[in-house]
């Protein structure tokens, strides 16, 4: 099965959570985010992820709750589609193809059959607002083609549209104009604020628009900061507007509350209790993998290492690393952490961070840190001022069991590369540990541009520009060198396992070289423009993705061979950044040879466009599963008298009595097949009718029909006995009968079948006397 | 145009005083302005808001309310308790009459114009009956704790509203009692202040007040029960004026953080008769403390310690997109205050109590078109002569020879001989003026210096030979039967034979002087005469009018090359052929040529004044 699946790039996480206004539920119990092609629904109260609506095959653009019905939610995406989802459970009710780019999605509730979407026809940049009508049919998929024009030359971004006064009218902004459109009147209105003309407007964008709830009220917020308040805007001369000025940079976004106070989002991106991966502008750091927690560790916020969970898209935490108050203002050039990497079974974190005013004036700094068991986190340990002259390219931490003391080497473009050790501090109780420079290296002063340990750490690897120099590791003798002449190395590493003989090399010139250690000779080379070579910790293969011109193509291959194992061409239209093997808990096993290096670890890129991508065999309907098996309430019911009428316990039950009373049973139909109590276990409580009405129709489906009552009944009594507990009603018949039935049970075997019938009828004389009360009543 | 060698006066360290109250009338489109020394100006709003008439100050009659009734008459209350009748003909005060309650902070003239309303230092309210050549007072109201600073009137006459200090009172007309106490909020910013001063209040017919106060709130008040309806905190400072629009659709009110904030009457939803007040437009116009704000059903009006008088039009008010819907700052008064000594070269600078002397610098160098040329001399203060008394300066002139300078306060007319040896000045006081020579509204010297012309606020023109030491009355010519406007501007031809004069509304007189008699009077046009001059080869006269459009006596076309003949507020307008404009110049308030090829700029620029006011509220200004 598994097998005649194929490989899939899928989308694991790093889209941005805050691409569209996340929506709440109408109890706010739920939240729910745009995230790349899915809907995350979150619940407010754990913040856990609860649902993830699957289902659109491009980016979702926009997600709104169905005005009619609060238990439904609709969503646009790119594939043309509007979607209607169940999303307390999770599943896809309706599909509506439009067949246009879809932007962004409203909803009102004066328009019942209908949605609003953004779509763009013709010119590239223009924008258009229609009103999609929705039709009513039964089936899954439905073309939605009856499309009525509302809005021309409009923003894309659904912040720059917004309805008002219970959908009387729709305002839109883009540029310097503001648009109203009134429904009744079927007019547009524009309002145009002069434009850059001279510097005290120069910043009269608009960049969102809201409305009031209950006035006729609109407010803009612009480039420069500012709010405008519209009011008359019904009227082209007498409109009138008032100013508010708050912010110095650009008002992101603006929501009216209930008490006419306007709630502005700060342009810098907000912390979310739910937070996916924190997309920094630019990831320098590259993917590595915590070995302790298994998180994957990159950029996060500015100044920040975060651990991001891939099993949950979820972010673990963010490592302070630079310590410094960030100042959030355009122009300034920060501090910025360009490097780290874990050492010792995730006991050290070494990270570099440097700044770079002028090109003399480079602040750098190195601060290596421990992790404490007890905090469960990193301290700081040691932390050295200019550890080089100039950028530092690399930093490998040595692996090697063997090695007692930690070591670290970096290289830089300074042309040294440096080793550090841990040693005692100058602390006289020698507890206290830090990291000192041991050795300092360099290969006729050309540029340190990477270096790597061999598996073992006997052997360290630093290429210096295009010459690639071994050293022994443990006396720092240069064993040898190997120059190819074929441009600077860009990629430098060990193999690993049965491979650790070879070193691979990859050039800037396109140029990929595997040097076999023991012959100390060049084994194989082949052209390919490498971006990222990664080895896998868990076996000897290695994947390396190249550019080309279409898109960027993964080779995998083991450097003992140069005919690679698996090519999987085009895996992203983007240059992809960086790659990491993530070791998986449980292995998977493919036995397909194209798919075996994918049992141990699984791979994920990171695109430009910093987008977490992996390669997945699953197919979206097998991943729709445990949100779907969700269903089934005999799995997770606990043991309560109601669990008895359902459930496992009796079939057991079943088979006891078929033990105790062999050919004389019938077997029972299970109430999974009662379609009653299905209907009553999987419809949701709030739509379900009253439970006096359920009642009886509940009890009298647990009553075998006549029909097939024609011999033994006997079993029929252990049921019939739970179906009247469970009903429970609180007059005094039931208690007699419960007395009653008390007795039955008591008495012998023999008696229970005559007594199951008498039974029946006072079930049925009770039904009666129910309803008499009720009406008495 | 010529070339000319132009001097670039900027030694006149003039600085007007600060607005304190602006009252509008409806009826006339007129708007009075006090200011702080006490001088009121009444400006016409239909004539390009051109300022037609002014009252003189006086040191000890500080003005802290204005209000019109009955469509042409004005009255002013001060601190020193008097209430103040301005004649609107003769251009000066009727009569000044004391309210017996201290200084006077508030006026307010009933809806029907009869009954003038007066809030005291004491805390009194008095009630005055406004009879048509007087007032008389009726009766006192309900006596409060603290002195009573705004008034308004229910548009229905029956009840009024008092601002007073830390409350409102709503009086019964009738009954003279108050109905209601209106306590405001202390608090400013969750800090008590000490008091909360009510600057103004204003009654609109549906019953609600609108209050202003020392907290920066604008306040809603229902005053049938006598609670607040809503608030509004707009400033961290005072906001110490209000003016509420005729139809009770908008309001102004005016900030000592020099913003003027526009609220509307909007509905609240575009199908519901809700309307509510939303604060919409915010102006800031103003350095310093608007102390007064009005509003026409076109523009709003705000003036302050800042001294410019800003009408910013309501565009969606504005009919066409014209002048008169751009904003106007109205800084300098619309009359002469510089004279100049051709011969000489001296300059005559009028201040509200002293005069000044200067002589122009000189300069022996020359160069191009554009040049700023060195000053081989520099300009010299000759004479600091201050006037006797508490009252303005209305107009001063010196003889075009330099030896003679001649001023008017109201009550008085000077007139000195200047004597020059060398370097040294002696000033000598000509005595003995005649009895009808009390007061000037404008006076001229004959080119050859050898007559005076002084035009009075009777509305006669006075003709005084001047002789050496001493001079001579030569003729009187007396206005003509009915009316008594005054004149207010003069002309004279160069070769003295013919003097044109204008009062504020009719048309323009021109005498013979030879036979001293009139010769003839220009038909009066719509708007109001801003300058006159007679050319003086072709003996044409030249009238500016208030809208910017100059006239010649007799219809000859203006040619090129024509020396400007404006003044300050003469706003040169592109005709075609016949005038050049010159932007070069900060705000100008004389011009004049001194010989075919010299020309004497007096420029005032308008951060000088500001850097000579005292400093604004500070602000925190974002990034600094």
Not at chain 1, 18 to 26: G, L, T
Not at chain 1, 52 to 57: E, P, T, Y
Not at chain 2, 76 to 87: A, F, K, R, V
Request: net charge neutral; with cysteine; proline share 4%.
């Amino acid at each position: 099965m598994v097998e005649e699946e194929s490989v899939r790039v899928v989308r694991c996480g790093g889209s941005e959570l805050n691409f569209r206004r996340a929506v709440f539920s109408a109890d706010s119990k739920y939240i729910f985010c745009v995230s790349g092609d899915f809907v995350k629904v979150h619940s407010t109260a754990t913040e856990e992820c609860v649902h993830i609506l699957q289902g659109h095959r491009n980016l979702v653009t926009g997600i709104q709750l169905n005005p009619n019905n609060h238990l439904q939610l609709y969503s646009c995406s790119f594939d043309g589609t509007v979607k209607l989802w169940d999303y307390v459970d999770g599943i896809l009710i309706k599909t509506f193809v439009v067949g246009l780019k879809l932007h962004a999605l409203f909803t009102l509730p004066s328009a019942e059959d209908s949605v609003f979407v953004i779509i763009n026809k013709e010119k590239p940049d223009v924008f258009q607002l229609v009103s999609v009508k929705l039709p009513k049919s039964s089936s899954q998929e439905i073309e939605a083609k009856e499309l009525s024009f509302v809005l021309d030359y409009i923003n894309q971004s659904p912040k720059c549209i917004a309805f008002g006064n219970e959908g009387e009218y729709v305002a839109a902004v883009r540029d310097f104009y503001l648009s109203v459109y009134f429904f009744k009147k079927k007019t547009t209105s524009r309002f145009t604020l002069s434009s850059s003309r001279n510097k005290k407007h120069a910043k009269n964008n608009f960049t969102c628009v809201a409305c009031h709830p209950k006035e006729d009220c609109i407010a803009t917020g612009h480039k420069d900061g500012k709010i405008r308040l519209w009011r008359n805007f019904d009227d082209d001369k007498k409109y009138t507007y008032t100013c508010l000025h708050w912010h110095h940079d650009m008002v992101m976004d603006l929501a009216f509350s209930v008490t006419e106070i306007i709630v502005i989002h700060r342009n810098l991106e907000a912390s979310a209790v739910i937070q996916g991966l924190v997309k920094d502008s630019n990831i320098f750091t590259g993917l590595m993998v915590d070995p302790r927690t298994k998180a994957l560790v990159l950029n996060g916020k500015p100044g920040h290492l975060q651990f991001y969970s891939l099993q949950h898209d979820k972010q673990l935490y963010n490592l302070d690393i630079i310590q410094q108050e960030y100042i959030n203002d355009y122009g300034l050039i920060q501090i910025e952490l360009t490097k780290a990497a874990f050492g010792c079974y995730g006991n050290w974190l070494a990270t570099v961070e440097q700044r770079q005013e002028k090109e003399t004036e480079l602040e750098l700094q190195m601060k290596l840190w421990m992790y404490n068991k007890k905090t469960q986190g990193f301290v700081l340990n040691t932390k050295v001022n200019m550890p080089h002259e100039d950028h530092i390219t690399a930093l490998c931490f040595c692996n090697a069991e063997k090695f007692e003391n930690p070591t670290l080497v970096t290289s830089s473009k300074d042309g040294h590369f440096k080793v550090w050790i841990l040693t005692d501090d100058s602390d006289i109780y020698k507890k206290a540990v830090g990291w000192t420079c041991d050795f300092v290296g360099s290969y006729h002063k050309y540029q340190a541009t990477n270096c790597c340990f061999s598996e073992d750490g006997s052997l360290l690897a630093v290429s210096f520009e295009e010459i690639v120099t071994i050293w022994d590791s443990e006396t720092w003798e240069l064993k040898c060198t190997f120059c190819q002449r074929a441009g600077k190395i860009r990629h430098l590493c060990f193999g690993r396992l049965t491979c650790s003989k070879y070193l691979l090399g990859a050039t800037e010139n396109g140029i990929l070289c595997c040097w076999n250690l023991l012959s100390c000779a060049l084994e194989w080379s082949a052209k390919l423009n490498v971006r990222v070579m990664e080895p896998d910790p868990n076996s000897e293969n290695i994947a390396a993705i190249s550019r080309s011109s279409v898109g960027s193509d993964l080779f995998v291959f083991k450097p003992s061979e140069p005919r690679p194992l698996y090519i999987q061409k085009n895996i992203s239209r983007e240059e992809v950044q960086w790659g990491v093997f993530v070791p998986r808990d449980v292995p998977e096993s493919f036995t397909s040879e194209a798919y075996q290096w994918l049992n141990r670890s699984q791979f994920y890129f990171l695109t430009k466009s910093q987008s977490l991508l992996t390669f997945s065999t699953k197919s979206p309907e097998e991943k729709l599963t445990p949100t779907s098996k969700q269903l089934l309430a005999e799995e997770s019911l606990p043991t309560t008298p109601f669990y008895f009428i359902l459930g496992k316990h009796r079939e057991q039950q079943d088979e006891k009595i078929n033990e105790a009373f062999e050919s004389e049973l019938v077997q029972l139909p299970l109430t999974e097949n009662i379609p009653a109590i299905s209907e009553l276990l999987h419809t949701p409580a709030h739509v379900l009718p009253s439970a006096s009405f359920l009642c009886s129709k509940f009890v009298s489906s647990l009553l075998l029909s006549k029909e097939t009552k024609s011999g033994e009944e006997i079993p029929e009594d252990v049921d019939m006995e739970e179906g009247k507990e469970s009903d429970d009603s609180d007059e005094e018949n039931d208690f007699t009968e419960k007395i009653q039935d008390t007795n039955n049970t008591d008495l012998g075997e023999d008696l229970l079948h005559q007594l199951s019938k008498s039974e029946e009828k006072e079930l049925r004389k009770f039904r009666k006397v129910d309803y008499s009360w009720i009406t008495v009543l | 145009m010529g070339e000319f060698k132009v001097h670039r006066v900027r030694f006149f360290n003039y600085v007007p005083s600060g607005i304190r109250c602006v009252a509008y009338n409806n009826q006339s489109n007129r708007l009075a302005v006090s200011r702080t020394d006490g001088t009121v100006e009444i400006y016409n709003l239909s004539a390009n808001y051109f300022q037609e008439k002014f009252f003189p100050g006086h040191e000890s009659r500080a003005t802290e309310a204005l209000c019109w009734a009955k469509g042409q008459r004005l009255f002013s209350g001060g601190l020193n308790g008097e209430i103040i009748e301005y004649d609107l003909q003769a251009l000066n005060i009727k009569y000044a009459m004391d309210a017996f309650g201290g200084p006077i902070w508030s006026m307010a003239v009933s809806p029907c114009g009869s009954q003038l309303l007066v809030g005291c230092e004491d805390g009194s309210v008095k009630l005055f009956q406004i009879t048509p050549d007087k007032i008389q007072f009726e009766r006192n109201f309900d006596r409060q704790k603290s002195r009573i600073l705004s008034l308004s009137w229910h548009p229905s006459g029956t009840h009024i509203a008092a601002g007073s200090i830390d409350y409102i009172s709503v009086f019964d007309v009738k009954s003279g009692s108050a109905v209601h106490k209106m306590l405001v909020d202390r608090q400013y910013m969750g800090v008590s202040k000490r008091k909360c001063i009510i600057w103004g209040v204003a009654f609109l017919s549906d019953g609600t007040v609108i209050s202003v106060d020392s907290a920066g709130k604008v306040q809603f008040w229902d005053s049938a029960t006598g609670t607040l309806v809503k608030n509004h905190l707009i400033a961290n400072a005072d906001v110490q004026s209000i003016a509420v629009s005729d139809q009770e659709d908008s309001f102004v009110v005016g900030t000592a953080e020099g913003t003027v904030f526009h609220f509307q009457l909007v509905s609240v939803t575009s199908n519901s008769s809700e309307k509510q007040w939303v604060r919409t437009k915010p102006f800031q116009h103003h350095t310093h403390d608007v102390r007064a704000v009005a509003h026409s059903p076109t523009a709003l009006i705000s003036g302050g310690t800042d001294t410019h008088l800003v009408i910013r039009p309501l565009m969606e008010k504005v009919e066409v997109k014209n002048y008169d819907a751009a904003l106007r700052k109205i800084t300098f008064p619309h009359r002469r205050l510089i004279s100049c000594s051709k011969k000489r070269h001296l300059l005559l600078f009028q201040f509200a109590h002293h005069l000044e002397l200067w002589r122009l610098g000189s300069t022996v160098a020359t160069g191009k078109n554009g040049d700023t040329l060195p000053l081989s001399k520099d300009a010299d203060h000759l004479l600091h002569l201050k006037t006797k008394g508490p009252e303005n300066i209305i107009c001063s002139c010196i003889s075009p020879c330099g030896s003679w300078i001649a001023y008017s306060t109201t009550s008085r007319f000077f007139l000195y001989r200047l004597n020059y040896e060398h370097d040294n000045i002696s000033l000598q006081r000509v005595s003995k003026m005649p009895a009808f020579l009390r007061s000037a509204l404008q006076i001229l010297f004959s080119e050859d210096s050898t007559k005076l012309f002084v035009a009075s606020n009777q509305g006669s023109l006075h003709i005084i030979r001047l002789l050496e030491g001493s001079f001579k009355h030569l003729h009187t010519f007396q206005p003509q039967s009915g009316t008594v406007e005054s004149m207010c501007l003069l002309a004279i031809s160069p070769d003295g034979n013919w003097l044109a004069a204008s009062g504020t509304s009719a048309g323009v007189h021109v005498y013979n002087i030879k036979h001293l008699k009139l010769h003839c009077t220009v038909p009066a046009y719509n708007f109001p005469v801003t300058a006159l001059a007679i050319a003086p080869n072709t003996n044409n006269l030249v009238i500016a009018h208030s809208d910017q459009q100059p006239l010649p006596n007799d219809k000859t076309l203006l040619y090129n090359p024509l020396p400007p003949t404006n003044e300050s507020d003469v706003i040169r307008r592109r005709t075609a052929h016949a005038f050049k404009i010159s932007k070069i110049y900060k705000p100008l308030l004389f011009m004049d040529l001194l010989d075919e090829r010299t020309l004497v700029a007096v420029e005032r620029p308008l951060d000088d004044i500001i850097a000579q006011l005292p400093p604004p509220i500070k602000k925190k200004k974002f990034g600094t």
